[in-house]
């Protein structure tokens, strides 16, 4: 009995009381507001995905939130399409899609009026080798081949700030169908930055299909055709 009761005292010495874990993390939440630019990682997975067998579609943007605008990038891989020799070719290129939208109030954020910019793998190497001053631009036509061309020009542009402390990050959109001409600028720091570059360095092989080219099994005559599972593209034109 006597062990037992010092046992008790010795681990009552690091036990921490609930309330007091909350309220640390309540002061913690308070602290939210003051902070001008968050930066977020939300992720939506299923619970059978443990197993490897889930094919609930996962969201992980990353997200920059500022005073006029906001920003978000996340990876859309490729599709694969069958050859009739059973093996898979890319059907429709992955991207980095970049979604900007406005500021309607002090932490408040329209997302109905969100635009869209898709950065190609060449673009993608554009954006991570920039220097502290350097800059970049990328011009995108959804009807560039047809008869519609020019009506709907977007403009990306990553400018470096003059004390090289991070970026300009803006988009403009003039839409000749619908009389609209939005910019969006959302000015990025260079840790934020630092992570994009990271980010957008580990997603190039997997939006290129690279990823499942070099992991994939050698072929055997016993082993069936592997099957297409079609990935979920959003593009940038849906707007």
């Known amino acids: 009995m006597f062990k037992l009761s010092r046992l008790l005292q010795h681990c009552s010495r690091y036990y921490v009381p609930r309330k007091c874990l909350s309220q640390d993390l309540t ?3 308070k602290l939210l507001p003051s902070i001008t630019s968050l930066c977020g990682m939300s992720t939506s997975i299923g619970s059978s ?3 490897g067998k889930s094919t609930t ?9 500022k005073g006029k605008a906001a920003l ?3 990876p859309l891989l490729p599709t694969f399409s069958k050859l009739e020799s059973g093996g898979l070719k890319v059907d429709r290129r992955g ?4 979604t900007l939208w406005p500021s309607i109030g002090e ?3 329209d997302w109905d009026k969100r635009q869209k910019f898709a950065l190609s793998a060449t673009e993608v190497g ?12 990328f011009f995108h036509d959804p009807s560039m081949l047809s008869s519609n061309a020019g009506q709907v020009r977007k403009s990306l ?4 700030h003059a004390d090289g402390s991070g970026y300009f990050i803006s988009l403009n959109v003039v839409n000749n169908i619908l009389k609209t001409n939005d910019r969006l600028v959302v000015p990025v720091t260079t840790a934020e930055f630092a992570v994009m570059r990271t980010a957008f360095t580990f997603a190039l092989p997997h939006i290129m299909g690279w990823d499942k080219y070099t992991n994939q099994h050698p072929q055997h005559a016993s082993l069936s055709p592997p099957k297409v599972v079609p990935e979920f593209m959003d593009s940038e034109w849906d707007r």
């Open 27 to 29: 002061n913690d939440f």
């Open 49 to 51: 995905l443990l197993d």
């Open 57 to 65: 579609k996962i969201f992980a943007p990353y997200s920059i939130y």
């Open 72 to 74: 978000s990038a996340d």
């Open 95 to 98: 991207v980095i899609m970049l």
């Open 107 to 109: 932490r408040k954020y």
């Open 126 to 137: 554009s954006l991570i080798s920039l220097g502290s001053k350097d800059s970049c631009e």
């Open 157 to 160: 542009s990553i400018k470096a």
